[in-house]
């Protein structure tokens, strides 16, 4: 059965999407099948990937609030073994629709069904917030991805995701596990970024990935050419940076006894 991964952070502009976007490639790349679900309304991982709008296609917002089969909107990008499931613009009245509706936070967790044996990993882009399409994704995943910016407020603002989750954990019984704080832009030639750094090293220990992403023209570059880093620039540092990201989970998945290759 596939791994099912929120990708969320309620601050925006800390890499979030371009994180779904690039570890989806690079999980694809090294021979896994892969879903990205786009539960950002601004649908910025749908466009980000070159797919144009349209309005006959079911998305998102059909699956969640009007029944349709998640497999309908699924739609294969030019990466062998990476599809993705868009979002449009329908997608931001969700919140509001989904109020009075009936299991309102189990409705992707209730889409994905047998989905979850086709694939390895299905990511989740969420939005930069914590409302009723981050809880629907974060209700649907096995575990949370935090890509995270080192500054000054950093600390902070991951310290309300975390009780976040702990709520959800308390709520519903829930086991949602932290796959990881990923430090993205990060930038080892300013104080600032090294302390901040070592502060949530300090506070979050092993949760702390690793991998770091690094500041990249050629990363921020790569979606308006609706292209993944690997095949905007494979040489480029953000490109090795999403695969050495993917084999550190790959690995991380190996040593906790779980096998991604029953996907396929």
Same mark, same amino acid.
């Given at each position: ?58 998305? /998102?917002?059909?699956?969640? /609030? ?8 699924? !739609? ?10 868009? =979002? ?22 209730? #889409? ?11 990511? !989740? ?87 770091? !992403? ?9 979606? #308006? ?15 090795? #940076?999403?695969?050495?990201? =993917? ?7 190996? =040593? ?9």
């Amino acid at each position: 059965m596939g791994k099912v991964i929120a990708v969320t952070n309620q601050k925006g502009g800390v890499g979030k999407t371009t994180t779904a976007i690039n570890l989806s490639a690079s999980l694809a790349a090294s021979d896994l099948r892969v879903l990205l679900i786009d539960s950002d309304p601004q649908g910025n991982a749908t466009s980000g990937l070159g797919v144009a709008k349209d309005p006959g296609r079911p998305s /998102l917002y059909d699956v969640v /609030l009007r029944g349709v089969e998640l497999r309908q909107a699924i !739609i294969p990008t030019e990466l062998q073994g990476f599809d993705l499931v868009a =979002a449009d613009k329908n997608l931001v009245g969700a919140n509001l629709e989904l109020v009075d509706t009936e299991r309102r936070e189990f409705r992707l967790r209730e #889409s994905l069904g047998q989905l979850r044996e086709e694939y390895s990993f299905i990511l !989740i882009d969420c939005p930069p917030a914590l409302d009723l399409l981050t809880l629907n994704a974060l209700m649907a995943a096995d575990s949370v991805l935090i890509p995270l910016q080192c500054e000054f407020f950093a600390l902070e603002g991951i310290s309300e995701l975390i009780a976040t989750i702990d709520r959800i954990r308390d709520s519903f019984q829930h086991q949602l596990k932290i796959e990881g704080i990923l430090l993205t832009m990060f930038d080892d030639r300013t104080n600032l970024t090294r302390q901040v750094a070592a502060d949530l090293r300090e506070f979050f220990g092993k949760d702390v990935l690793e991998t770091v !992403i690094p500041r990249s023209v050629r990363l921020a570059e790569a979606p #308006s050419h609706g292209k993944p880093i690997l095949t905007y620039d494979i040489r480029s540092r953000g490109a090795e #940076s999403y695969i050495k990201l =993917a084999k550190e989970i790959l690995d991380r998945e190996q =040593a906790c006894g779980n096998s991604t290759q029953s996907a396929g």
